[in-house]
T-cell receptor
Framework: EPEVTQTPSHQVTQMGQEVILRCVPI?????FYWYRQILGQKVEFLVS????????KSEIFDDQFSVERPDGSNFTLKIRSTKLEDSAMYFC????????????FGPGTRLTVT | AQSVTQLDSQVPVFEEAPVELRCNYS??????LFWYVQYPNQGLQLLLK??????LVESINGFEAEFNKSQTSFHLRKPSVHISDTAEYFC????????????FGTGTKLQVIP
């Protein structure tokens, strides 16, 4: 069964450093998403992406964040200058543009900012 | 905009007993409803979904949920739980336009007691 993959599974970085989280969505999917889950809290939407542009973003997704689909298979989330409060689990998801509308989630990348 | 309320943060239940995890939602538009499960240190897995049609939906491992439009609820039930059902369960909602973001509830931790 096709699945969304994410790398790395765990990333540790120092405050102020840039990080790039990588995702490989399911191959025939057209919509891509990033969500995050701060430890002990609920999963929050960050951004959705379609046709090489952002479709929707939350208030969390400020100028420190950016997304990109650099090569037709990967989907990346970049945080330019990490803060302690960026420590969270980041989930990538993808969905088809058909009737099912189910978003398939990856296993997540745990980001720890020290 | 949509919102989801999960009133119970933790639900302890004895093995082989029935369980109900409550979920209420709020939305001004038609919605799709989901239950996701998160096992310890793992990602999100879709448990079941309501898109349209029959208001009672079932998962392959014995869970079921019923969409009640008048009460704006989507409670999750299982007649007999197993130890392996111990996990956190998230109710979620999205607008009924496929590509829209998923809004999650705060989660309910189901603790099955042997």
């Amino acid at each position: 069964e096709p699945e969304v993959t994410q790398t790395p599974s765990h990333q540790v970085t120092q405050m102020g450093q840039e990080v790039i989280l990588r995702c490989v969505p399911i191959s025939n999917h057209l919509y891509f998403y990033w969500y995050r889950q701060i430890l002990g809290q609920k999963v929050e939407f960050l951004v959705s992406f379609y046709n090489n542009e952002i479709s929707e973003k939350s208030e969390i997704f400020d100028d420190q964040f950016s997304v990109e689909r650099p090569d037709g298979s990967n989907f990346t989330l970049k945080i330019r200058s990490t803060k302690l409060e960026d420590s969270a689990m980041y989930f990538c998801a993808s969905s088809e543009w058909t009737g099912s509308y189910e978003q398939y989630f990856g296993p997540g990348t745990r980001l720890t900012v020290t | 905009a949509q919102s989801v309320t999960q009133l119970d943060s933790q639900v302890p239940v004895f093995e082989e007993a029935p369980v109900e995890l409550r979920c209420n939602y709020s939305s001004s538009v038609s919605v799709y409803l989901f239950w996701y499960v998160q096992y310890p240190n793992q990602g999100l897995q879709l448990l079941l979904k309501y898109l349209s049609g029959s208001t009672l939906v079932e998962s392959i491992n014995g869970f079921e949920a019923e969409f009640n439009k008048s009460q704006t609820s989507f409670h999750l039930r299982k007649p007999s739980v197993h130890i392996s059902d111990t996990a956190e369960y998230f109710c979620a909602v999205s607008g009924a336009r496929g590509y829209q973001k998923v809004t999650f509830g705060t989660g309910t931790k189901l603790q099955v007691i042997p």
